[in-house]
T-cell receptor, first 110, second 114 residues
Framework: DAKTTQPNSMESNEEEPVHLPCNHSTISGTDYIHWYRQLPSQGPEYVIHGLTSNVNNRMASLAIAEDRKSSTLILHRATLRDAAVYYC???????????FGSGTKLNVKP | DADVTQTPRNRITKTGKRIMLECSQTKGHDRMYWYRQDPGLGLRLIYY???????NKGEISDGYSVSRQAQAKFSLSLESAIPNQTALYFC?????????????FGPGTRLTVT
């Protein structure tokens, strides 16, 4: 199974950028990299995804290494509402499955 | 109104009892999923369904069964609940548009088996 490795926790100051790393050395050529986040007492919500190129949307940016064995989710200006567990997930369209890891708990300090 | 709803939101049951968790969605998606979440372990896939006639086992299907009654409804059953099935259960839906397969999650059902 495709696996991801993330730090257990990270801390950031409000209004500063946050870089959340993820390693996925066993990624296959067809696996997509997805990021979800889970706010306290809620279900996970989609943040962003990519395949090979860097991606931007209104929530975040995703930077993917050239060899695709790692990626970084970038929150450009962290707010207190961004405090959540962030999951880096490999999605295999060949097997139609998501592989969730244990995620990174982001704490945002005022 | 929420796009993905789960009932009940909380349930306490005894060992050996049969219990059903229900999921409904108004997004019109064909794909539906059941996950369980245990502390520190992220989410693990139990079962998934790509349309009404399609049911597939996930990573941890033992002790569970599902029913896809309609496009909008996907139920998870514990035939004989045991304490290690105490967990937070999430239903999700997705629409595989352009291979993106973004998943939309319900609010979760907290199940306690005593």
């Amino acid at each position: 199974d495709a696996k991801t490795t993330q730090p257990n926790s990270m801390e950031s100051n409000e209004e500063e950028p946050v870089h959340l790393p993820c390693n996925h050395s066993t990624i296959s050529g067809t696996d997509y990299i997805h990021w979800y986040r889970q706010l306290p007492s809620q279900g996970p919500e989609y943040v962003i995804h990519g395949l090979t190129s860097n991606v931007n949307n209104r929530m975040a940016s995703l930077a993917i290494a050239e060899d695709r064995k790692s990626s970084t989710l970038i929150l450009h200006r962290a707010t207190l509402r961004d405090a959540a567990v962030y999951y880096c997930i490999l999605y295999s369209p060949n097997f139609n499955k998501f592989y969730f890891g244990s995620g990174t708990k982001l704490n945002v300090k005022p | 109104d929420a796009d993905v709803t789960q009932t009940p939101r909380n349930r306490i049951t005894k060992t050996g009892k049969r219990i059903m968790l229900e999921c409904s969605q108004t997004k019109g998606h064909d794909r539906m999923y059941w996950y369980r979440q245990d502390p520190g372990l992220g989410l693990r896939l139990i079962y998934y369904s790509f349309d009404v006639k399609d049911i597939n086992k996930g990573e941890i299907s033992d002790g569970y069964s599902v029913s896809r009654q309609a496009q909008a409804k996907f139920s998870l059953s514990l035939e004989s609940a045991i304490p290690n099935q105490t967990a937070l259960y999430f239903c999700a839906t997705s629409d595989r548009t352009g291979g993106r397969d973004e998943q939309y999650f319900g609010p979760g059902t907290r199940l306690t088996v005593t």
